[in-house]
């Protein structure tokens, strides 16, 4: 991160360096850095920038005027010492800067610090000196459009918001007399922002001068209805009443409320808490609906704190459904009259008061509840309720609002203050004993993301989890989340149902019907959700019934549906999971009966999904893979623990393309060798050799070559002796390609033309051999019959809408075309392949794509983008463990650096690629063998002799780290 930046958006757009100001150039180079520094540290797209530097009619030179731009732009840094501050990061650009570095950034902390204050003066010192940052509107002297223009409209919103709660904090303060002119002014410059009105108001009565706040509500009602037609809201309504009751001398105040206080500040639920205010004054019931735990109490009695009139009634105590009136007229404060219906009387009391009545816990009493609720509301004109329950209401007019856990850090998520910006952190460590979160690490931020991940952000389950901070550290507590008496309050107070997060999931358990308790053990087998289709299978349900059972367990907050392009899938949260398998557990034959129903199912569709891998079905195969890869490894480690083999080996088989075209070359290879090791119930000879095949094509890919040919050559005598053609073409083009690699063309060859004797009347087979041949004729040199042999493997794909096989040989028409200088042809070729693998989720083709993309680069002069893509490339080529496309990528790679002045690391890239290919016997590809001895020769002149081999044994013997990027993985 470059920490000497410091750059200035709220005003005309500034950026001070470490010499002083920088100067950034015309109009459009401005715009483009104000752009990224209002996303800073997110990358932005170069198609978002077209939009918000043109707008909807960008020019048709756009896409190289950017570019242009931006070389500009980075002279201009470097010249001030700021060189690496933009970086090129797939699909755009970003700022290498810590997000503190921009002072919206900074201006929005002091706003989060502000509202989690816990006094006026607290409140008003963080907003001072975050309001202190303004100069002057949003980058006042840059021009922008769409998302720009959006999120300059939403700072300037939060702006107000702030002033707005100084000003209030102020008044609170006493201030009252001293903000009166300031408010002024701003009720001219806002006539139709009405919070400013009300603080007029208040302010001016705080300090005596009834008529005068009496007159400034008399002003906004003028304003209001004469430039919208509308009246006053309740806010300035209620303002006025209060003001004409008070004395002279007396300034208003708030109405009394019959409501618990509560002991810590709300975390993470702002937007929220302004969600539900406005859902409030739209709808008269509001119903807040989630699992027990999710914060439904704590988040109302934030929403009621600031209107004026506010009852709490707590039906969590309720045992008899039938005395719910009772309960809400003790609530109310009313006293019943004897022979009097209470509803009644609560109907008296709230007839003509603007009261928000909260009803809380009322999942266990709905049927009582629902008739009970719509009565008050019909009688009740200016009554607004607001219920918690983990199933809705069910009256006419409801507004449901889910209530969800807080968000948690991604997986990805690194050091301690990435990770303190997801709400579900800040709340454990809010909670936690303070010595322990002070003492706190970048060491520790995997485990804190992995705790909040396994609680689901579930606020009850992060402050049980946080007590015990004072005797465990975090990985321990991380490690033992899923333990009952880890989540257990250790102190006790508070309502039963939230002391033990168990005895939270029990109370709606318990309100299961004895059907819908088997349904939710059984979802206990799932592991990564799962679709209508599966929980039939484990429920032995069809038709209609299927669909109304789980939608009732969504109803009740047990089941998650996810919304997605491809359909709804569902999922329990990790913690009723855990409930759920705790409860199957206690039922062994159930137990046994859903885990073979489970297996069985996805079983079967590994395997209809690895037919749809070949052929128009592709993309929905593949998505249909990643989204089931948790409940795949459960089945296989089911027939594992069963003994199962021959099913253990079907779904190893029916994966292993899978894993093929995600990259996880190691965990299908795994899978394959465990299920051919272990089985022992005697599998069939084609299931037994179409393991080997998959587990060849594995090795291969990882540079394994004996392991690969040793099982290819095991597999080619069994489809041999099997008859199958089919088989022996794809085991002798696995043996030519690994002779391809070692650098034995002819050899290579030989084995192609084997192959297509085997299938010359299968297209699809023909496709693939005529794509390896052409693959061999580029690495040994020969373009023209590359070109030839890929162009007739490309009207193949094309033809049986191989979606994948079209994308790759794209991929190797654009490197015979980088090659023969045809370097436009080659990028578009490239360009189009990156959109399909992206679609397939294809990880080795996304960098092949970036290693030809990034070659184009550097062929084209433009090292500093060329750099960019071929580390992400590296990156990609290193997570899959392709070691042979490593190597190159990391050749081509020493060439950029050395064409922007880093000769060492060129240097140490050379090494490295060295150390990738000797283990292994891999020779540099003829295609490539001038080039790399190029880039050697010139990283020898540029450094001298001793200091070239010094960087090269670096490289060679220790992972090479990139400047101002991610360094290459090494492949283990």
């Known amino acids: ?197 009300e603080l007029l108001m208040l302010a001016l009565a705080e300090g005596g001068r009834r008529s005068d706040a009496l007159n400034a509500y008399r002003r906004a009602r003028a304003t209001l209805v004469d430039q919208l037609g509308l009246e006053p809201g309740a806010g300035l309504r209620r303002l006025e009443a209060t003001v004409l009751a008070a004395g002279v001398e007396e300034a208003p105040r708030p109405a009394e409320r019959d409501f618990p206080a509560p002991m810590t500040p709300l975390v993470g639920r702002a937007e929220e808490v302004a969600e539900l205010t406005a859902l409030l004054e739209d709808h008269r019931l509001v119903t807040l609906v989630g699992m027990g735990g999710a914060g439904k109490t704590r ?103 889910p209530v969800a856990g807080l968000a948690t850090p991604p997986a990805e998520a690194t050091g301690l203050d990435e990770v303190r910006d997801y709400a579900a952190v800040r709340l454990f460590l809010a909670r936690a004993a303070q010595p322990a979160a002070r003492a706190l690490t970048d060491d520790d931020a995997g485990a804190l993301a ?29 490690d033992r989340v899923h333990d009952p008496a880890l989540l257990h309050a250790p102190q006790p107070g508070g309502r039963p149902h939230h002391q033990a997060l168990d005895v939270t999931i029990s109370w709606s358990y318990d309100l299961l019907d004895d059907a819908a308790k088997t349904r939710l053990r059984r979802l206990g087998v799932f592991h990564g959700g799962f679709d209508l289709d599966a929980a039939q299978a484990v429920w032995e349900e069809d038709g209609p019934s299927t669909l109304d059972a789980l939608a009732g367990l969504v109803a009740k907050s047990l089941v998650v549906v996810d919304h997605r392009p491809a359909g709804a899938r569902y999922r329990l949260l990790e913690v009723i999971r855990h409930f759920a398998v705790g409860k199957l557990a206690g039922r062994p034959a159930e137990a046994d009966r859903a885990h073979e129903l489970h297996g069985r199912f996805y ?85 037994v050799t179409a393991a080997l095949i998959a587990a060849a094509f594995l090795a291969y890919f990882q540079l394994a070559y004996a392991d690969s040919a040793a099982h290819a050559t095991r597999a080619l005598a069994g489809f041999r002796a099997l008859d199958d053609r089919t088989g022996e073409a794809r085991a002798l083009r696995l043996l030519g390609s690994i002779a391809r690699e070692r650098g034995h063309y002819e050899e290579a060859r030989e084995y192609y033309d084997e192959a297509l004797v085997a299938q010359a009347d299968d297209p699809a087979a023909v496709a693939d051999i005529r794509q390896m041949a052409g693959f061999t004729a580029w690495a040994a040199g020969e373009l023209d019959e590359a070109e030839a042999l890929l162009s007739e493997a490309l009207r193949h794909y094309r033809f049986a809408r191989d979606e994948e096989g079209v994308a790759s040989t794209r991929i190797q028409l654009a490197l015979t075309a980088v ?108 295609q490539e063998r001038d080039d790399r001895e190029r880039t050697a020769a010139r990283a020898r002149s540029m450094l001298g002799e001793d200091a070239y081999h010094v960087a090269y044994a670096e490289g060679a013997e220790t992972p090479v780290t990139l400047e101002d990027g991610p360094r290459p993985l090494r492949a283990t």
Request: aromatic share 4%; with cysteine; net charge neutral.
């Open 1 to 197: 991160m470059t920490a000497k930046a410091d750059i200035r958006v709220l005003g005309n757009l500034e950026l001070i360096g470490p010499a002083g100001p920088v100067g950034l150039g015309g109009p459009r180079p401005r715009t483009m850095f104000g752009l990224l520094a209002l996303r800073a540290p997110r990358v932005v797209s170069q198609e978002a920038l077209l939009d918000a530097i043109w707008g909807e009619d960008p020019p048709p030179s756009g896409t190289r005027n950017l570019h242009a731009h931006m070389a500009h732009l980075r002279r201009s840094l470097a010249r001030a010492g700021l060189g690496d501050l933009i970086v090129t990061r797939p699909p755009g650009y970003a700022l290498d800067v810590r997000p503190e570095a921009v002072d919206s950034r900074r201006f929005e902390e002091f706003v989060r610090r502000a509202r989690s204050a816990g006094t006026p003066g607290e409140v008003a010192a963080h907003l001072r000196e975050g309001l202190a940052l303004w100069r002057g509107d949003v980058l006042a002297d840059c021009p922008v459009h769409e998302w720009g223009h959006a999120e300059v409209a939403r700072l300037r919103e939060v702006r107000l918001s702030a002033m707005e709660e100084l000003l209030e904090a102020d008044i609170a303060l006493g201030r009252g007399a001293h903000v009166v002119a300031e408010l002024e002014g701003l009720v001219a410059d806002h006539p139709l922002r009405e919070r400013f009105w």
């Open 299 to 401: 988040l109302a009695l934030a929403v009621c704190e600031n209107r004026a009139e506010a009852v709490f009634v707590d039906l969590a105590p309720l045992s008899d459904p039938h005395r719910l009136p009772q309960v809400l007229c003790d609530g109310l404060g009313v006293r019943e009259d004897p022979g009097v219906d209470p509803v009644d009387t609560a109907v008296r009391h709230l007839r003509a008061r603007p009261v928000t009545l909260v009803l809380d816990n009322c999942e266990h009493v709905l049927d009582s509840c629902a008739p009970v609720v719509d009565r008050l509301l019909r009688s009740c004109p200016r009554l607004r309720v607001l219920a918690t329950s983990r199933e809705a209401i069910g009256l006419l007019g409801e507004a449901i609002r």
């Open 450 to 478: 992995r705790l909040c991940r396994r609680l689901d952000g579930l606020p009850l389950a992060l402050e049980l989890a946080a007590a015990r901070t004072n005797v465990l550290s975090i990985p321990q507590i991380a």
């Open 603 to 687: 079983l079967a569709s590994a395997e209809d999904a690895d037919a749809g891998l070949r052929g128009p079905r592709q993309v929905e195969s593949m998505r249909r893979f990643g989204a089931e890869a948790e409940n795949l490894w459960a089945a296989k480690e089911w027939f594992a623990a069963r003994g199962e083999d021959a099913a253990g080996l079907r779904l190893a088989v029916a994966t292993a393309r899978y894993h093929r075209l995600s990259g996880h070359y190691r965990r299908g290879r795994r899978w394959l060798d465990d299920a051919l090791a272990g089985r022992r119930d005697g599998a069939p000879p084609p299931l």
């Open 819 to 926: 090659y023969k200088g045809q370097l436009r042809r080659a990028g578009r070729l490239a360009e189009e392949a990156l959109s399909t693998f992206r679609e397939l989720g294809f990880k080795e083709g996304l960098g092949y794509a970036y290693d030809v993309l990034g070659l184009v680069d550097l062929r084209t002069g433009n090292p500093v983008d060329a750099v960019a893509r071929l580390r992400a490339g590296l990156e990609v080529h290193g997570a899959v463990g392709d070691r042979w496309r490593q190597a190159s990528v990391a050749d081509t790679l020493a060439a950029a650096y050395l064409a922007i002045g880093r000769p060492s690391t060129g240097a140490r890239l050379l090494g490295f690629a060295d150390s990738l290919r000797e283990p292994h016997g891999i020779p540099v590809p003829a």
